[in-house]
């Protein structure tokens, strides 16, 4: 699976995965263009060369010293359950590590049981869960992973 920073030209198709795997419940367009110009480095596109791109990860820095957290993870539905997330992830993982970090972050929905089930696969561990995070009837796991010793 062929796993790449994005260039400026495909953020159209970022978005269009978006899009395609949230629905109505997007990051805006504008939100990758600002990824891009801030966190590059931890803006990773799965392209596997059918003309549009399978798949997305977006991590980025911060307050906590050492911990980079990773902020959205999409992958099309016809491209799943072959690997494209978990390569995704790892690719992401490895370049915080490069950087540094001591340990990754994420939130996920409670009820999506196939990111909750990659993310453990990858040795993240529950480490909070609020009712509300995003609002009421959105709750969150706050989920982590060491990498020190890794
Ligand atoms: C979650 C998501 C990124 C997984 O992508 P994927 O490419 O299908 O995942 P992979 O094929 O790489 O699977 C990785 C691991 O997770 C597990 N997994 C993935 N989806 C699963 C599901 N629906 N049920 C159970 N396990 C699942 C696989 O068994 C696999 O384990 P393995 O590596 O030990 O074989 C994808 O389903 C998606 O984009 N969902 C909608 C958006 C989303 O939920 N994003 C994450 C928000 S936090």
Sequence with gaps: MPIRHPLLV???????????VFGSHVYPDFFFRQ??????????VADSGAGE?????V???SEE???LWIVSLAVRERCRGQGVGRALSIALIA??????AEAVKLTVDPGNSGAVALYSRLGFEV????????GEGEARLVM???LAGR
Excluded at 95 to 100: S, V, W
């Design 127 to 134: 480490v909070g869960e609020e009712a509300a995070y995003f």
């Design 65 to 67: 010293a050492g911990v």
């Design 53 to 57: 791109l399978d798949g997305y990860i």
């Design 35 to 44: 990824a891009f110009d801030l966190w590059r480095g931890l803006f990773l």
């Design 10 to 20: 495909d953020l159209p198709a970022v978005y269009a995965v978006e899009q395609a």
């Design 59 to 61: 991590g980025a820095m």
């Design 95 to 100: 370049a915080m590590r490069a950087r540094g």
């Design 144 to 146: 982590r992973l060491a």
